[in-house]
C-alpha cells in the first residue's frame, strides 16, 4: 500500500500530466498543478524542486504507461510481423480517434523544448522514442522478420508521421494509410528474407574411351 506521501506525489503528477497534455507544458505554472492537485505550492516543491523536476517525473510515468500500452496492443496479435503491425496502427487510429486526443505527450514535448536539447522533455522524448523502436525491433526479430532493426526505424517513421499529421488536419484516417505502408513494408522485407531455391545445375556427360 502506497503511504500519504506517494500517494500525494502521484496525484501532482497526475494533475500536471492532465494540464501539460492539454494546454501544453510551458502554458502551465505550478500555481496551475498545485491547485490542480489540490496542494499546497509549498508541498509541490517538497516533492519537487522545480517544474523541470516535475515534468522529468511525469514525463517517466507516461514512459511506463505507454510502453504497457503497446505491448498490450502487440499480444493481442499473432506471431506474424504483418498482424503485429496491423494490430500496433489499427489501436493507435482507435487511440486517435478518441475526443480530446492531442498526440504524443512526446513528441509535443520535444517540440516545444525544440531550442534547449538538454532539457528534461527532450532527454525523457529521446529516451522513450528509442525505446519503442527497440522494443519493436525486437518484436519483430522475435517473430522472425528480417532487417528487424531497420524495419522498425521506418515504421516508427510511420507512427511519427500519424503523430504530425493526424493533428494538423483531424484525421485519424492518416494512421489506416501508415498502415498499410507499414504492411508492405513488412511484406519486402520478408521476401527478402525468404530463402531462394537453389538453381538445378546440369551435369555433363563423360564420355570413356573403351
Same mark, same amino acid.
Given at each position: ?73 502487440? =499480444? ?9 503491425? !496491423?494490430? %500496433?496502427?489499427?489501436?493507435? &487510429?482507435?487511440? $486517435? +480517434? #478518441? ?27 529521446? =529516451? ?9 525491433? !525486437?518484436? %519483430?526479430?522475435?517473430?522472425? &522478420?528480417?532487417? $528487424? +532493426? #531497420? ?60
Amino acid at each position: 500500500m502506497r503511504g500519504p506521501a506517494k500517494e500525494t506525489k502521484r496525484r501532482i503528477i497526475d494533475a500536471a500530466y492532465g494540464l501539460f497534455y492539454e494546454r501544453g507544458f510551458a502554458r502551465i505554472g505550478v500555481d496551475d498543478i498545485a491547485e490542480a492537485a489540490g496542494v499546497t505550492k509549498r508541498t509541490l516543491y517538497y516533492h519537487f524542486d522545480s517544474k523541470d523536476a516535475l515534468i522529468a517525473a511525469v514525463l517517466e510515468v507516461q514512459n511506463e504507461l505507454m510502453l504497457t500500452r503497446i505491448q498490450r496492443w502487440a =499480444r493481442r496479435a499473432s506471431g506474424n510481423p504483418a498482424t503485429v503491425v !496491423e494490430k %500496433l496502427f489499427a489501436e493507435f &487510429a482507435a487511440w $486517435a +480517434r #478518441q475526443p480530446g486526443w492531442r498526440g504524443s505527450g512526446f513528441t509535443r514535448a520535444a517540440m516545444e523544448f525544440a531550442h534547449l536539447p538538454g532539457h528534461p522533455a527532450r532527454v525523457a522524448a529521446r =529516451r522513450h522514442k528509442a525505446a519503442v523502436e527497440s522494443w519493436l525491433a !525486437e518484436e %519483430l526479430s522475435g517473430n522472425r &522478420a528480417g532487417a $528487424a +532493426r #531497420q524495419l522498425a526505424r521506418q515504421i516508427m517513421l510511420l507512427i511519427e508521421g500519424c503523430h504530425s499529421l493526424i493533428l494538423i488536419h483531424g484525421d485519424a484516417g492518416y494512421a489506416d494509410a501508415a498502415a498499410e505502408v507499414a504492411r508492405l513494408l513488412v511484406e519486402r522485407h520478408a521476401s527478402r528474407q525468404s530463402p531462394k531455391p537453389a538453381r538445378k545445375t546440369r551435369k555433363k556427360s563423360v564420355l570413356v574411351e573403351a
